[in-house]
């Protein structure tokens, strides 16, 4: 206990509450930015599978919602058309859902998705030894590197999972009004449109975050000793 | 110098590294003592465990056995929020590979531990500039380290490390990665930042440059203190390096 009151004593360290180190969330979210800014490329592969597999969701989502308001319209001719394209219509169905194969092979995709997100925050983290070390070395606690990663990927989960739900909507009302004519892009719901991308975004941010989670801890445990490694 | 006041005390220190099966003992029991303001430093070839030491002082890694006081408080009581309070405030580190960040720019890399320690961001900003400036590159304050010659990034590291006016500059090897007259510029910079600021400056190294503004050399020879010179036996053991070579 002796030494504590010590230590309290130092110059610039009179009581307990100013020995914190702090990093304000403002000033995280500003390094984590300008991270992403700095490595652009990397954190575009990063992205990528991301924006792959969230725009997968939406396209899936969206075609279901363009049938929907095909069927909704009663019209004979779109619902004869959505029958020809594959759909599986019986005489009664007012409204469709997507098919078990359909829901399988997007989580099968997104689950694809989370695993490629692990290993390159992973490599990421690796790579950025020297960084989080020399962080430690200047005072920096585990939770400001965890916030750090954390936030990174918030932001680029953020984006990528915007794009690619935005790219698989449209793409979705393209290949609509390529099959069946501007009357099926016209039935659709908007406000279910809206619903579609804003659940695929919010799946792919959720799953960037998922993503990070190991690697961050990975990062957020180094010790600050790895700042002084001289061999690669 | 009236009185003597340790800021650095290593007392029986040993550090075994476990390979495999295999124990390294890369350091055999040293004590030292370090008084405040010196500029020392631990010569000893490559291997003979003057990193190892480096990241005992520097709270950065544990001694096997055997105890570090700076300020004459025993780093191993502390908790991890009062060693990352130490390694903000209390000492500056300065790194062989210099160690700068490399996505900010050299004055977001030194204004990086003053935020850390508390600081708001003008005055940070403020105090960054001048740091830049003491160490002679002010107008090379928004590049970043790619943009820097080795010699600018290690005078940005120099700058960081006297952030928080830490009471110790600890510096491994800071040469190790410069030419030689970038080297000696780095070495008359320390020093007479030492002098101006009485820091305590401690630096490990094999270079022979840092032998004329050290107060003190510590010798290491596999693990163990071969012997500690003042700067007046020193000029003796110099000549004789002169000599036999
Ligand atoms: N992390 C480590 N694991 C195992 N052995 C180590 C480690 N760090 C240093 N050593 C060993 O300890 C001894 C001293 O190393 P070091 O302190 O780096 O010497 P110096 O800095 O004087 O060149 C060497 O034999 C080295 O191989
Ligand atoms: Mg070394």
Known sequence: ?232 | MAEKTNIVRVTNVTKVFKLGKIDVDALKGINLEISRGNYISIMGPSGSGKSTLFNMIGGLDKPTSGKVYIDEVDIAQLDAYELAWLRCRKIGYIFQTFNIIQVMTALENVTLPMIFAGMGNDAAVDKGMQLLELVGIGDRYSHKPFELSGGQQQRVAIARALANDPAIILADEPTGNLDLTTGEECIALLKRLSQERGVTVISATHDFKMLNVSDQVVWIRDGRVDKIEDREELSISIGQIGTKE
């Open chain 1, 1 to 232: 206990m002796t030494q504590k009151t010590i230590l309290s004593e130092m110059p610039n360290g009179t009581g307990r509450v100013q020995r914190q180190v702090v990093l304000p969330f403002l000033k995280s979210v500003e390094i984590s930015f300008q991270s992403i800014k700095v490595r652009f490329f990397r954190s575009l592969i990063t992205t990528m599978s991301l924006v792959l597999a969230v725009s997968f969701l939406s396209f899936i989502n969206v075609s279901n919602d363009i049938a929907n308001g095909m069927l909704a319209t009663h019209d004979p001719d779109l619902r004869q058309s959505l029958i020809r394209s594959g759909y599986d219509i019986g005489a009664q169905d007012i409204s469709v859902g997507s098919s078990a194969k359909q829901r399988w092979i997007v989580i099968l995709s997104l689950l694809v998705c989370v695993v490629g997100i692990v290993n390159a925050q992973l490599m990421a983290v690796t790579e950025r030894f020297r960084e989080i070390g020399t962080m430690k070395c200047l005072g920096a606690l585990d939770r400001f590197i965890l916030r750090l990663f954390v936030l990174e990927a918030g932001m680029q989960g953020l984006a990528g999972a915007g794009i690619g739900a935005l790219a698989g909507a449209l793409f979705s009302l393209i290949n609509a009004w390529l099959h069946f004519g501007t009357a099926a892009v016209r039935s659709i719901s908007i406000a279910n449109l809206l619903i579609s991308i804003g659940i695929a975004t919010g799946v792919g941010c959720l799953l960037s975050l998922l993503g990070v989670f190991y690697p961050a801890l990975v990062a957020a445990r180094m010790q600050p000793v790895e700042a002084m490694r001289v061999e690669h």
